[in-house]
């Protein structure tokens, strides 16, 4: 079986622009090329990630979640922000389920332990189990406790990073809106086939940030967190593109290159 970590961004699964504003017409076509590629590969495992938006990132930004929670105030705020991401689950899940996937949330928040903004505890039967079954089990950025900061948020990225050393997939897909990490962003002219640590300096000050409201950092976030991550973990590649053209994710799920590719 090859097992692939998808995730479905923020940004193209919501308008980040406009809070608590989703696109459901673009997730239905996300979500009818992921069972399309399933039913053509039977030997294909994905673990799906998506991330927060519009919904959990303006609760966040409003609250300051992700630097550490303590008092009423922003204990509220928590359950504000774990509200919102689960309610764009919801949406995503139902998107899913019309396709016909057999689709099972595992949330976060009810699993994860952090310290220090790192996971330091997962029980990651469930979603072994899932896989060993046939299902496709669904993370997304969320609020978790940590026993030093109190509470605070993890992104897709994060989570797969932590999935990445013990489920050993053999890729990572990034789809967002942008068709993959531009040399001059936002001048949009030069795009980068592919990024290897060596290679990472050289384009860094170009890479820019993300667009709208953004806890868990932008484009220079993501690919710095991948880069280290495909360092560490021998044959692992990383591949950030757009979701937007239709067809990009059914070609990404079958191996080809339609943005940018990061291997060490």
């Not at 992700?66 to 509200?83: C, I, K, L, M, N």
């Not at 489920?167 to 040399?183: D, K, N, Q, T």
């Amino acid at each position: 079986m090859t097992l692939i970590f998808l995730k479905l961004g923020g940004s193209l699964i919501t308008d980040k622009t406009r809070p608590y504003t989703p696109r459901p017409d673009k997730l239905a076509l996300l979500a009818a090329e992921i069972a399309s590629a399933l039913k053509g590969n039977v030997d294909l495992q994905l673990v799906l990630g998506h991330g927060s938006g519009s919904f959990g990132h303006a609760a966040a930004s409003h609250y300051n979640t992700r630097q550490g929670v303590s008092g009423p105030a922003a204990w509220h705020g928590f359950a504000e922000v774990w509200y919102q991401a689960s309610t764009l689950n919801r949406i995503v899940l139902e998107a899913l389920n019309r396709a016909g996937l057999p689709a099972v949330t595992l949330s976060p928040a009810a699993s994860i332990t952090a310290q220090h903004g790192k996971i330091i505890k997962w029980d990651l039967f469930p979603i072994q189990a899932a896989l060993s079954n046939g299902l496709l089990p669904v993370i997304h950025g969320d609020v978790v406790f940590d026993n030093a900061m109190g509470g605070t948020i993890l992104s897709t990225e994060d989570l797969f990073a932590y999935l990445a050393h013990h489920l050993h997939p053999h890729s990572i897909l990034l789809s967002g809106l942008e068709a993959g990490v531009w040399a001059d962003f936002p001048a949009h002219e030069h795009l980068l086939a592919e990024i290897t640590p060596g290679s990472f300096a050289q384009h860094a000050s170009g890479l820019g940030a993300a667009i709208g409201a953004d806890v868990t950092g932008g484009m220079l976030s993501k690919v710095t967190g991948m880069l280290s991550l495909v360092k560490q973990i021998p044959g692992l590649e990383v591949l950030i593109f757009s979701g937007e053209r239709p067809g990009n994710l059914g070609r990404a799920l079958r191996g080809e290159n339609p943005g940018t590719r990061l291997y060490c």
